[in-house]
């Protein structure tokens, strides 16, 4: 086996900040309070006010518990639970409207399957619908931590359990104590690895810098946001992720103040050699519990893992392996953008437009084409569940596609004002464009036939979403291919031009290259034309189909039980009209592409018999 890696942080500088830090720091501030990034001290007394509701709540109920099973009294009235929180909250980032991870802690003889959820009157879930003020209560008890959501009040809390092997839950339980971990179940130990990372986060940054590491999280957070890589079920980065990544600049910089944060944050990130990992604490490697950990000498989908970012807390994981190739160019791409616009600040003697760091991605004019892809259930409650379950697939959709096409996904849900605001549905967007990679046998292979067809990928989404085991009738996925110029307009923010500009943009230019190609002298167009007759030679490339596609009729469904008793290939053999075709043209010897027929509407939710 190969030897233990070890991973130390030595400071870069210890230098404390010049007045002109300082500045910056006063104004990076000042601009996060313009953007609405601070709640009002009414919206933090109610937050307070709701935990304390949920406090005393989860210490009624555990005494309840041991009530209905006639546990003697003198132990039901030492009975205890507690609340913990976690995320943006505890680490003191949150916003407006921010919801609140929290997590219940129990004892032993109360069981997350037949007391936290349930409906029994014993049961927590059941409490909650009885308790005045809560609302839009959703039982998930099949995701990778259990979670029962919330609103109290208005406040949207998300309430985990971990429930630990011990009688009574001391009232001064520390959770980051490894003890606590004893006997856990692995959902429990998932749950209180969240208190866990996030308090050993806040002692890695240290007392002093806490109030720079907040500013500096906050505004990562919300850049982070704004160039739409704020996300990690799409496969970019969350919460958690940027905090890490923000604590590892205060190790750097020690001393350093939120300004400086920002500013050495992208030139590090831009310039750090993945997948070499961000581990912000040694890792355990004697493992005292026995807890599979992240290790890529031991486990080979630790090895595959393209940018590990490693949780500071026992058992060590790595928090970012969603993050795909194409997310990783994505969110390099924004870092070295984020050091051309330092790197100008501080050309001008540092001078800063925080405002010019923060620019809204211009995503919907950045692609020629998008699939669209639009969720849609029979009524509220059906919603919010197929919503987060589609959600929570979509970076699956985006590994097979990136084989093919590059594909850049747009983690923000958008819906659609024609709906209404009683409609159930809500829309995601990806963006499409020629890989650029070299060619490879397999992408010849492709080309020779002058088409990359997505109908797979996309097929082996329909299953893979159909395939819920909480499916119900009425909920439906509809993938659609759109140009750019046929997006709807609600899509562009204010200040970005539509796609009626966008498409006269694109005239404009198509008129000004074909005037370019005319102006060419003969002998300039004879060597054109055996530039693009070699490179069509030597990949086998026929010129482009042009007869148009016939449009797409949904056959019958199926039900998902049926989907899935289906064989593959029959989800691979669609009509040729719901194929999604990438015509490859030769220009100079370069293969470029273009979008031919590419779904033109396809069901995902009900597949054809």
């Not at 539509?498 to 005037?515: H, Q, R």
Request: proline share 6%.
């Amino acid at each position: 086996m190969p030897p233990v890696k070890e991973y130390k942080i030595e400071s870069i500088s210890e230098a404390p900040p010049t007045s002109l830090d300082i500045k910056q720091t006063a104004e990076l501030k000042q601009f996060l309070e313009e953007q609405g990034l601070y709640e009002s001290v009414a919206e933090s007394s109610l937050r307070e006010e709701v935990l304390g509701t949920l406090d005393n709540l989860v210490k009624d109920w555990v005494k309840k518990v041991g009530r209905a099973a006639e546990l003697a009294d003198s132990f039901v009235s030492d009975s205890n639970a507690k609340i913990f929180t976690f995320g943006s909250y505890r680490l003191g980032v949150h916003g407006p409207g921010a919801d609140i991870d929290t997590l219940c802690v129990g004892p032993r003889h109360v069981s997350r399957e037949t007391e936290f959820f349930g409906l029994e009157p014993h049961c927590l879930q059941a409490m909650l619908l009885e308790l005045p003020g809560v609302t839009q209560l959703q039982a998930v008890k099949d995701s990778y931590v259990p979670v029962i959501k919330f609103q109290l009040h208005g406040i949207s809390i998300d309430l985990l359990y971990a429930q630990l092997q011990l009688p009574i839950v001391p009232e001064d339980l520390d959770v980051r104590a490894q003890s606590t971990l004893r006997n856990c179940d692995e959902q429990s130990v998932r749950a209180l690895n969240g208190c866990r990372v996030t308090d050993t986060i806040l002692a890695e940054v240290g007392a002093s810098q806490i109030s720079d590491f907040r500013i500096a999280l906050k505004a990562m957070k919300l850049w982070a946001e704004r160039r739409g890589v704020y996300s990690n079920v799409t496969g970019f980065l969350g919460g958690v992720n940027w905090a890490i990544l923000v604590a590892y600049i205060c190790r750097l910089y020690p001393r350093g103040v939120a300004s400086t944060i920002m500013l050495r944050f992208f030139k590090i990130y831009c310039n750090w050699r993945w997948p070499t990992p961000i581990v912000l604490q040694q890792i355990d490697h004697q493992n005292p519990m026995g807890m599979k950990q992240w290790d890529p000498r031991l486990d080979y989908r630790d090895q595959s893992h393209l940018m590990p970012i490693i949780t500071p807390a026992y058992p060590c994981m790595n928090s970012s392996y969603n993050v795909s190739d194409s997310t990783l160019k994505i969110m390099m791409d924004e870092f070295m953008r984020g050091v051309a616009i330092c790197d100008d600040f501080l050309s001008r003697s540092g001078k800063v437009s925080w405002a010019r760091l923060f620019e809204e991605d211009s995503f919907f004019q950045q692609f020629k084409n998008y699939l669209q892809i639009e969720v849609v259930a029979a009524d509220e409650q059906q919603f919010r569940a197929w919503e987060g379950w589609v959600h929570s697939r979509l970076r699956q959709l985006v590994r097979r596609l990136e084989t093919s096409v590059g594909v850049r996904p747009w983690p923000k849900p958008i819906k659609s004002p024609g709906h209404g605001p009683q409609s159930y549905s809500t829309l995601y967007y990806m963006g499409l464009k020629k890989r650029s990679t070299q060619m490879t046998a397999t992408t010849l292979s492709r080309a020779s036939n002058n088409s990359v067809n997505l109908n797979g990928p996309v097929n082996e989404f329909r299953h893979l979403v159909m395939s819920w085991d909480d499916w119900q009738e009425g909920m439906d996925v509809v993938v659609r291919h759109m140009k750019q110029k046929d997006l709807p307009p609600f899509v562009f923010t204010d200040g970005q031009e539509g796609p009626t500009a966008s498409a006269a943009a694109s005239e404009a230019s198509t008129a000004a290259d074909a005037l370019e190609q005319t102006a060419e002298t003969p002998v300039e167009g004879q060597k054109r034309k055996r530039a693009e007759d070699q490179a069509a030679a030597l990949v086998g490339i026929k010129k482009p189909n042009t007869t148009p596609e016939p449009e797409v009729v949904r056959g019958p469904s199926a039900s998902p039980r049926q989907a899935e008793s289906m064989d593959h290939d029959a989800y691979s053999a669609a009509p040729s009209g719901m194929c999604a075709e990438l015509h490859v043209d030769t220009l100079g010897g370069a293969p470029q592409v273009s979008v031919g027929s590419l779904l033109p509407s396809v069901s995902i939710c009900n597949p054809a018999s």
